[in-house]
């Protein structure tokens, strides 16, 4: 990749500096003469870090940078704000995620950390500069009406937080019907904390790697086989049960993919962002002599997921000139038509113009899409 891509402006490059994650020297200096170059605009920036759920990371690495003069007085002391804000949410959430964990597994329900859990210290550093959302677990299928029975006892309930009232709020009839007729997931379960920063905890309970009634599948037994424990920064005796890295690439791969092949996520505002792609970029460049080997390819032969895979992994080669598709010898195993391609309502498809950074980049995607009356 040439470091900093301008293509995009210097806002986009910045943005994209970090999702690769800042490893190399070249990366890390191209970012800091960014920051201290006096030419970024930072309402754009702001603007665009919130779309894609960047702000902490972009706050914690600009202040790292010692900007000085160059980061407007006002944008440096939003920037601690948040990261203090983070860094007061960890030291509630992870406890939380470990409490959970460790009482399931005394009922005998095995539960794996999944996305940020899995992620946070292991790829971000643990410097509290990965925005803090739900909590993701996963669980086998047989185990949700244990676990729906159980998280009561941990003072959980089905239910949204609601700013206005500062109370739990049922969770929308529609939202719940979506829960029913589509069980990969537990509906979101929520607790009130007391805690006048962080006044509630939501856990979602994810039992597939996919979603339900896909053609594609990877099974949960073989998934939550192995278990790796990953060590959380900051918190010396906790150890996160998670899947081993190859099944971590395959959920977050696959997540990515469903959230930009259906466009339903497209309507409630879920659609694919940086922050996707910057868990996938990071996991690969962390355990990439795991992952770019016959034996893992093989592996996504056997499920039968190559082509949901490199849906994903080719726009990510393209958008941050990366090899991955080639690594893993899968070259030419899907066609133009369907990269471009979706899921619109029923089973018809829709396709949109342009390339994935510049779906990602554009504000109003809608203007992007084009129906097809071509069956899926």
């Known amino acids: 990749m040439e470091i900093p891509d301008l293509a995009f402006g210097p806002e986009w490059a910045l943005l994209e500096l970090l999702c690769l994650g800042l490893i190399t020297e070249e990366e890390r200096n191209a970012f800091m003469e960014l920051v201290k170059s006096g030419s970024l605009d930072w309402g754009i920036l702001l603007e665009q870090s919130l779309r894609h759920k960047m702000l902490p990371l972009l706050a914690y690495h600009t202040i790292m940078a010692e900007p000085e003069q160059?980061?407007?007085?006002?944008?440096?002391?939003?920037?601690?704000?948040?990261?203090?804000?983070?860094?007061?949410?960890?030291?509630?959430?992870?406890?939380?995620?470990?409490?959970?964990?460790?009482?399931?597994?005394?009922?005998?329900?095995?539960?794996?950390?999944?996305?940020?859990?899995?992620?946070?210290?292991?790829?971000?550093?643990?410097?509290?500069?990965?925005?803090?959302?739900?909590?993701?677990?996963l669980i086998a299928p047989q185990d949700r009406e244990g676990v729906l029975a159980a998280l009561p006892d941990l003072g959980y309930q089905p239910g949204l937080f609601d700013w206005k009232?500062?109370?739990?709020?049922?969770?929308?009839?529609?939202?719940?019907?979506?829960?029913?007729?589509?069980?990969?997931?537990?509906?979101?379960?929520?607790?009130?904390?007391?805690?006048?920063?962080?006044?509630?905890?939501?856990?979602?309970?994810?039992?597939?790697?996919?979603?339900?009634?896909?053609?594609?599948?990877?099974?949960?037994?073989?998934?939550?086989?192995?278990?790796?424990y990953e060590p959380v920064v900051g918190f010396p005796d906790m150890q996160i049960p998670c899947m081993t890295p190859p099944f971590q690439f395959i959920s977050t791969v696959l997540h990515l993919f469903r959230e930009a092949w259906f466009e339903r996520w497209l309507e409630w505002e879920q659609d694919v962002d940086l922050t996707k792609f910057s868990d996938v970029v990071r996991l690969w460049r962390a355990y990439e002599d795991v992952l770019a080997t016959n034996t893992f390819t093989q592996m996504l032969e056997d499920f039968k997921i190559v082509e949901p895979m490199v849906w994903v992994l080719e726009h990510l080669d393209r958008t941050f000139h990366m090899n991955i598709v080639a690594s893993l010898g899968l070259d030419g195993r899907v066609n133009e038509d369907w990269l471009f391609s979706g899921r619109a309502s029923g089973k018809n498809l829709f396709h949109w113009q342009g390339s994935m950074r510049e779906r990602l980049y554009t504000k109003n995607r809608q203007t992007l899409f084009v129906q097809s009356e071509e069956p899926a």
Do not use: C
Request: charged fraction near 25%; avoid cysteine.
């Open 70 to 137: 160059t980061v407007p007085r006002r944008v440096q002391d939003h920037f601690r704000t948040v990261i203090d804000l983070n860094r007061h949410k960890r030291t509630l959430w992870y406890p939380e995620a470990d409490k959970i964990i460790r009482f399931l597994g005394q009922r005998g329900i095995q539960v794996l950390g999944r996305k940020d859990v899995a992620f946070e210290s292991r790829l971000y550093g643990g410097n509290s500069s990965r925005r803090f959302g739900d909590i993701d677990l």
């Open 165 to 228: 009232t500062q109370q739990l709020a049922p969770i929308p009839r529609q939202h719940l019907m979506i829960f029913r007729l589509n069980p990969d997931h537990l509906p979101v379960h929520s607790r009130l904390t007391g805690d006048p920063m962080m006044p509630y905890l939501e856990i979602d309970f994810a039992n597939s790697l996919t979603w339900h009634g896909s053609e594609y599948d990877v099974p949960m037994d073989v998934a939550m086989a192995e278990i790796s």
